[in-house]
């Protein structure tokens, strides 16, 4: 199996999320960067199924120079290979994101051979645009399903299962096949000390992306109003009994 | 939770290990209306406890630090928080062994349990070492790790049971007032509360919140890289928390501590990495808490090797799943920093002190603010030891980045700083420069130490140099040789980092009378060499006094106290301003000449009489030489005829100048501070603040009491009248090295200070009131071809002629009492100088 895990480099916040003060970017001076939780898992699905079919894991991003650090990540827990389209930072859009990883993918293709499976996270941390995989399927013309939270493989069949508030959607997926996963379909491993020297040393492939950034055009980044909740006592052991009475009445729950 | 008061007697900003621990002492002391704040939630506010690797290495050749320690973890034993599970430093080099061996010195010295072990046995107590990088290494049974966050909760719920204390989380402080000096109040974001006292214990924070009071915490908050690996089937095994003792790999400046089934491995080799207080991020805004910031792993990625390296077994297939950048506190000197604030009255700092020291340091806060004084004496942790310039935000991260990676370093007691240097010249500095002034530091001055122009005296002399590179580093064989040229002629002594301060005003003879133990109320012209004491009767300051008039009084102090003296001066100043402080140290230099020639020199240089009668010692006279104001003062701390010589700075260079062309004709030396702090003093058994005299030693002791006391009232009398009804427990002693020769490797060796003083056969001394016998200062006696130590024996101990040991680097060496009290060695009778 040749698979391919596209992941995307995003601020890792704390419960409240700082603007810069031209509200164009998270104020990330103290944060640490990560790719989404279900890129993580893309990763770990991928490590899984080569450890499983044998082959080779490869992981891409669009992204600046600084996320290398993801790629070198992704190998120290176990991926083989990583490209880096190199931007100069500037924002692409869900459209010209696609465009260059189609691009990119490509040429990994001619020069590499066919991925049989490329994974995507279900949706990128921060801008959330739950597209990208779907639009690099299009333009690949291969089939693609999202939000999957479990993968078998059957010979040249992909069987991915979606979970429905009923239980489990289950497709069948002919490879080559683009596959956007969830957090839950496995529980990513940590590096461990050789990986991670091992990963340090590893070559990261760079190139231009294909394609220009833009597209959608961001005005400002706004944080919602904090929803303050308060708590009210009504009292401890038996002595709040009569006031908790009052309180179900008053709901007309008595 | 309750409403905010509006009122306190104290309020406790900060509720980690160490504001936890302060209030809890307070409450134990007997203060009640204690309000504690803090912007976090409990029990983890969020600060550099909730990340603390909690583990309690007590040997530290420092006492102050050790001392501190032990109280801290005596505490948490008693507070069921205690874990022991011993520790191991190891050496991969033999540089590293050897100071191993001297880590055994300071286990002796503060009574700790310590044992030099082989590479097998290491592997015997942690069977996945790999002991083949190891050459050795030293176990302390009794290392621990504890529950610093339970030990705080711990000291709040004793508080509160005491109805002495109201806890605020989730409160942050907005500004600090102060009303003419003295603090006042604390705004916080939900309300103003009124109070005495402030104490600042907020970590990293600190110098923010001292700033909102125009008040200064000399810290950087600094990075210290650790990582979480795991599972490790041999730890999970153990069903313990600890199980098997903690690693310091020394060399490697990395530590491996079991938590659980997991190995944390912590690191002190990156670079230094520093933050301001002010770009902390907040608890909401910060991805884990504030003070565990994103790990940046290149800084830790060398370190992963070392620690493979000697863990292969356990470390190569565990995962990292947690790495953090944790923050902690520095200082320029790597001391904590407690006391009042030498800027505003009644704000305290209980600041950067790490988890090991935190409750001991907390008990020294409130005894401090409670009885004046703490028991333990917290001469190197005060505050108040820093001069301005030692402030700045660019000296501490200069000097912070110097000693970071010195964390596990092999530091020399000698050792000088190589950064934030030639910040402080003397007006002779060029001159000095010239002569080949080799420079300690001295508060920030550069102050010769000896003149390699002084070479050729070496072998004038025939002084011999020291075998081991150890005993050599920082020191030079010219210092004896100094010595001996200055006994011998006359010798001209840069003493530029003087602290002068001047008080004037209708209340100073009242004023200085209380402040010292020797009566001040001399004649105009003469002086006082006197001890200041705390309130329990023990060393705060060793001083001499001028008396220039009426109402005009001139203090001299050394310049590693100047800035402690000062504060201590300046607290107890009368509130009625009838008395004034005036801080002269830079508008004076001073220069020494002392030695037999020394009253030939100068007298041809004046015609003013210098003769004995004339110019009696202990008295201070001005005279003019030529156009240059001099103010002279017939003293010696070396034991020899001579002044001295004050002249206003930019005079300095002239004067010396002058003394220098006019001593040619009487054979005069440049003599550096190795002879006038260490060689002379030694021979003359004069004592040093912060080496033989602190607050836990009295008067009596060290052989500095008087045989009449005065009548006026002082700082500590009553204290010392008890002390002298009592036989003394401990008696300063000046011992002499009877053998130098290394049993180990027959090469002779020279002790450096601090060593334990033993029986001949290496039991420890103490005293009844348990204080072990250490070497406070060590040197050359040149002129009496002996090496001298001071230390304080017991009474059975302190008889001239015992034989006793020194325990140097883990060997014993003949020692014997030379004298029990103050009478010097050199010339006893103190002809020379008095003559």
């Known amino acids: 199996m040749r698979i391919l895990v596209c992941v995307k480099r995003v601020p890792a916040p704390g419960a409240r999320i700082a603007l810069t003060d031209d509200r164009q970017a998270v104020d990330a001076r103290h944060l640490p960067f990560t790719v989404s939780p279900h890129e993580e898992c893309a990763v770990e699905e991928a490590v899984r199924i080569k450890e499983g079919h044998g082959g080779t894991v490869v992981v891409m991003t669009l992204g600046p120079a600084e996320a290398e650090e993801q790629l070198r990540y992704a190998i120290s827990t176990g991926a083989d290979e990583a490209v880096l389209l190199a931007t100069d930072g500037s924002e692409w859009d869900p459209q010209a994101t696609a465009a260059a990883l189609a691009g990119g993918i490509e040429s990994l293709e001619l020069a590499g051979g066919p991925f049989d499976l490329v994974l995507f996270g279900n949706e990128s941390a921060d801008a959330g645009g739950y597209q990208v995989g779907i639009r690099v399927a299009h333009a690949l013309g291969r089939p693609v399903i999202s939000g999957i939270k479990g993968i078998e493989l059957e010979g040249a069949t ?94 007309g729950l008595l | 939770m309750s409403d905010l008061p509006s009122n306190a007697s104290v309020v406790v900003i900060g ?19 204690i309000v504690q704040i803090d912007k976090g939630p409990l029990p983890n506010p969020g600060g550099s406890t909730g990340h603390a690797s909690n583990f309690i290495f007590p040997v530290d050749h420092n006492k102050e630090m050790a001392m501190l320690t032990l109280d801290s973890q005596r505490q948490y034993e008693e507070m069921g928080v205690n874990v022991t599970c011993g520790g191991i430093e190891v050496a991969r080099t033999e540089e590293r062994m050897e100071e191993l061996r001297r880590r055994m010195s300071s286990a002796k010295n503060w009574d700790m349990e310590a044992h030099l072990v082989t590479p097998g046995e290491i592997q015997e107590l942690v069977p996945f070492i790999n002991e083949e990088v190891l050459i050795g290494g030293c176990y302390f049974p009794t290392v621990s790790a504890v529950d610093s966050l339970r030990a705080g909760t711990i000291f709040r719920e004793r508080a509160t049971a005491l109805d002495a204390l109201q806890t605020m989380a989730n409160t942050e402080i907005l500004d600090i007032e102060t009303d003419r000096g003295r603090v006042k109040a604390v705004i916080t974001d939900k309300g103003r509360i009124e109070a005495e006292y402030v104490v600042i214990a907020c970590g990293v924070w600190s110098p923010r919140i001292a700033r909102m009071a125009g008040a200064s915490i000399p810290l950087t908050p600094a990075v210290h890289q650790m990582i979480d690996v795991g599972p490790i089937p041999i730890l999970q095994e153990s069903g313990k928390e600890l199980a098997f003792p903690i690693i310091r790999d020394m060399d490697t400046f990395m530590y491996e501590r079991q938590t659980s089934g997991s190995m944390e491995v912590g690191s002190y080799a990156h670079r230094p990495i520093f933050h301001s207080p002010d770009e902390i991020p907040s608890l909401a805004e910060a991805r884990l808490s504030p003070t565990e910031l994103p790990f940046t792993e290149d800084d830790f990625d060398p370190q992963l090797e070392v620690a493979l390296e000697l863990m292969p077994e356990i470390l190569s297939q565990a995962e990292i799943k947690y790495a953090i950048n944790g923050l902690l506190s520095l200082t320029p000197d790597a001391m904590p920093l407690i006391g009042e604030t030498v800027e505003v009255r009644n704000l305290w700092s209980a600041a950067a002190i790490w988890i090991k020291e935190g409750p001991g340091t907390g008990r020294a806060v409130a005894e401090w603010m409670t009885n004046g004084y703490p028991e333990l004496d917290p001469h190197a942790s005060d505050v108040a030891r820093f001069y301005p310039y030692a402030r700045t935000d660019h000296h501490i991260r200069a000097r912070c980045a110097e000693h970071f990676n010195k964390t596990y370093g092999i530091v020399h007691p000698r050792e000088q700083w190589a950064s934030e240097r030639n910040k402080r010249l003397s007006p002779v500095h060029s001159r000095t420069t010239e002569l080949g002034a080799v420079y300690f530091e001295a508060g920030g001055w550069e102050r010769p130490h000896w003149y390699e122009s002084n070479s050729p005296l070496v072998d004038h002399y025939g002084i011999e140099d020291r075998a081991h590179e150890w005993d050599r580093r920082w020191w030079s064989p010219i210092q004896n040789a100094e010595h001996l040229a200055m006994r011998e002629k006359v010798g001209l002594v840069d003493l530029a980092p003087f602290v002068i301060f001047d008080f004037t005003g209708p209340g100073v003879l009242d004023y200085i009378q209380t402040m010292t133990v020797n009566n001040a109320d001399v004649a105009v012209g003469r002086s006082v060499y006197t001890p200041l004491l705390t309130g329990s009767g023990g060393f705060k300051a060793d001083l001499t006094i001028l008396r220039l008039g009426e109402e005009h009084f001139r203090v001299i102090t050394g310049a590693f106290d100047g800035p402690r003296d000062q504060h201590w001066f300046r607290t107890h100043l009368p509130e009625d301003g009838s008395v004034h402080l005036a801080d002269m140290t830079s508008a004076y230099t001073t220069i020494g000449v002392w030695g037999p020639e020394a009253r030939n020199l100068v007298q041809s240089m004046t015609d003013h009489d210098l003769s004995n009668d004339a110019f009696p010692y202990g008295s201070t006279q001005a005279i003019d030489f030529g156009s240059i104001n001099a103010r002279l003062f017939r003293i010696s701390y070396v034991g020899e005829l001579g002044w001295e010589v004050y002249v206003p700075a930019e005079a300095g260079g002239p004067m010396w100048d002058r003394l220098w062309e006019v001593g040619h004709d009487f054979g005069v030396t440049a003599v550096g501070a190795g002879v006038y702090g260490t060689t002379g003093r030694l021979e003359k058994g004069y004592r040093l603040m912060g080496a033989e005299l602190e607050s836990e030693y009295n008067p009596v002791e060290a052989g500095l009491a008087r045989p009449k006391v005065k009548k006026h009232e002082f700082i500590g009398k009553e204290a010392y009248l008890a002390a002298r009804e009592e036989e003394p427990a401990a008696i300063l002693c000046t011992l002499t090295m009877e053998d130098h020769l290394s049993p180990r490797d027959g090469i002779k060796r020279y002790p450096t200070g601090r060593e334990p003083i033993t029986t001949p056969d290496g039991g420890r001394i103490t005293d009844r009131k348990g204080r072990p016998s250490y070497v406070t200062t060590a040197g050359a006696g040149p002129s009496l071809g002996k090496f001298l130590l001071l230390a304080y024996l017991p009474p059975e101990h302190a008889v001239v002629g015992n034989l006793l040991s020194v325990m140097y680097m883990n060997e014993l060496y003949p020692v014997k009492v030379a004298v029990a009290g103050s009478t010097p060695v050199f010339d006893p009778d103190d002809k020379r100088m008095k003559g």
């Open chain 2, 15 to 33: 509720a980690g290990i160490v504001g936890n621990s302060v209030v809890g002492h307070l409450a134990e002391l007997g203060w009640r209306d």
């Open chain 1, 158 to 251: 992909l069987i991915a299962r979606r979970e429905t508030d009923a239980g489990f959607e289950v497709y069948h997926l002919p490879l080559p096949a683009v596959v956007a996963v969830k957090e839950g379909i496995n529980l990513p491993r940590y590096p461990t000390l050789p990986s991670r020297l091992k990963a340090k040393k590893a070559e990261v492939a760079s190139s231009r992306p294909t394609g220009q950034p833009g597209g959608l055009a961001m005005l400002r980044l706004d944080t919602p109003l904090e929803v303050a909740s308060s708590t009210t006592i009504l009292g401890q052991g038996p002595e709040a009994a009569p006031a908790v009475a009052d309180l179900l009445e008053d709901l």
